[in-house]
Nanobody
Framework: QVTLVEYGGRPVQTGDSLTLSCTPS????????LGWFRQAPGKEREFVAT??????????YYSDSVKGRFTISRDDDVSMVYLQMNSLRPEDTAVYYC????????????????WGQGTQVTVSS
């Protein structure tokens, strides 16, 4: 079982930057693809970014809506995954979830086996 805990969500202003952190525990961290998803009120959970597992030479993927503004990274030495968010917009307001999965695909919620409880990011104009 992998337990994920997210940190860092808070209210911010348009144009601000914010970094979310996630720490998984319970299993070997480096064997998992690690992703960030978000869910706004009344909307489905959507893919934000993912960083693939280390042994397969990690690659990063982003949704079109955040590409160029958000950066995902991982530090397996301290078992952390980060989401650096720049130039935040009101449409980025959502609960952000960290997820871990070991499959060969990683762009949809079904590709992940473990989830955190989420952290709220609110961007006001």
């Amino acid at each position: 079982q992998v337990t994920l805990v997210e940190y860092g969500g808070r209210p911010v202003q348009t144009g601000d930057s914010l970094t979310l952190s996630c720490t998984p525990s319970g299993r070997t961290f480096s064997h998992y693809n690690l992703g960030w998803f978000r869910q706004a009120p009344g909307k489905e959970r959507e893919f934000v970014a993912t960083i693939t597992r280390v042994w397969s030479r990690p690659s990063m993927y982003y949704s079109d809506s955040v590409k160029g503004r958000f950066t995902i990274s991982r530090d397996d030495d301290v078992s952390m995954v980060y989401l650096q968010m720049n130039s935040l917009r009101p449409e980025d307001t959502a609960v952000y979830y960290c997820a871990a999965g070991r499959g060969s695909s990683y762009l949809t919620p079904n590709d992940y086996d473990y989830w955190g409880q989420g952290t709220q990011v609110t961007v006001s104009s």
